[in-house]
């Protein structure tokens, strides 16, 4: 029984000398992995500060929303077509086969 005793004692012994050994192999990937889980809160932090602060924006004002709906799009598109035309003159001004 006690040499049973003696060979299991000596085992543990191994076993705390490699864990220490891998406690101290690892410390620093230990610094490393808090340094990085601070910089992970102080994100999630400052996103939640700006969502709080998009969510208490006030409403878009009337004017604001009158302009918008006072744009009138139909310049842009005569100009886009000008453009189509100006850029491939050739090709657009060719008549249709008939079929």
């Known amino acids: 029984m006690t040499d049973v005793t003696a060979t299991l004692k000596a085992r543990i012994e191994q076993l705390e000398t490699e864990l220490t050994a891998e406690q101290q192999r690892s410390g620093g990937h230990w610094s490393?992995?808090?340094?990085?889980?601070e910089r992970a809160d102080l994100l999630a932090r400052s996103h939640e500060k700006l969502?709080?602060?998009?969510?208490n924006l006030p409403p878009a004002s009337a004017s604001w929303t009158a302009g918008?709906?006072?744009?009138?799009?139909?310049?842009?598109v005569a100009?886009?077509?000008?453009?189509?035309?100006?850029?491939?003159?050739?090709?657009?001004?060719?008549?249709?086969?008939?079929?």
């Not at 490393?32 to 889980?37: D, F, G, I, V």
């Not at 918008?68 to 842009?76: E, M």
């Not at 886009?80 to 657009?92: G, T, Y």
């Open 79 to 99: 100009l886009a077509a000008r453009d189509r035309l100006m850029k491939f003159p050739a090709q657009q001004r060719q008549p249709r086969r008939a079929a």
């Open 51 to 55: 969502d709080i602060q998009l969510k």
């Open 68 to 76: 918008y709906r006072a744009l009138n799009t139909a310049p842009l």
């Open 32 to 37: 490393q992995y808090e340094h990085e889980r």
